[in-house]
């Protein structure tokens, strides 16, 4: 089993950055892959970026240049750092983990004013 912990998030300028991290607990070695979704008022959740325990990571295409994820492997964590915000950005991010099964986040929200 594995609990994930968020934090960060808020509301802030577009333009602004803004930073999510999420934290692991549970019976585990290591966790495969650590990462981001989010989900916009009234559209699908979708991928925000991803990396694996080798730290190799994936991001959604709009989004390269802008977000970048990190992760801790001793502290298992995995952050997002926002910069560049803007209006579209504004969702619920919800952290993941791949171990085994998925697991999800509670949600935090990120919201990007105009």
């Known amino acids: 089993q594995v609990q994930l912990v968020e934090s960060g998030g808020g509301l802030v300028q577009a333009g602004g950055s803004l930073s999510v991290s999420c934290a692991a607990s549970?019976?585990?070695?290591?966790?495969?892959?650590m990462g981001w979704y989010r989900r916009a008022p009234g559209k699908e959740r979708e991928l925000v970026a991803i990396?694996?325990?080798?730290?190799?990571?994936n991001y959604a295409d709009s989004l390269k240049g802008r977000f970048t994820i990190s992760r801790d492997g001793a502290k298992n964590t995995v952050s997002l750092q926002m910069n560049s915000l803007k209006p579209e950005d504004t969702a619920v991010y919800y952290c993941?983990?791949?171990?085994?099964?998925?697991?999800w986040g509670q949600g935090t929200q990120v919201t990007v004013s105009s």
């Open positions: 990396i694996t325990s080798r730290g190799i990571a």
């Open positions: 549970g019976s585990f070695f290591s966790i495969d892959v």
């Open positions: 993941y983990a791949q171990h085994y099964r998925d697991y």
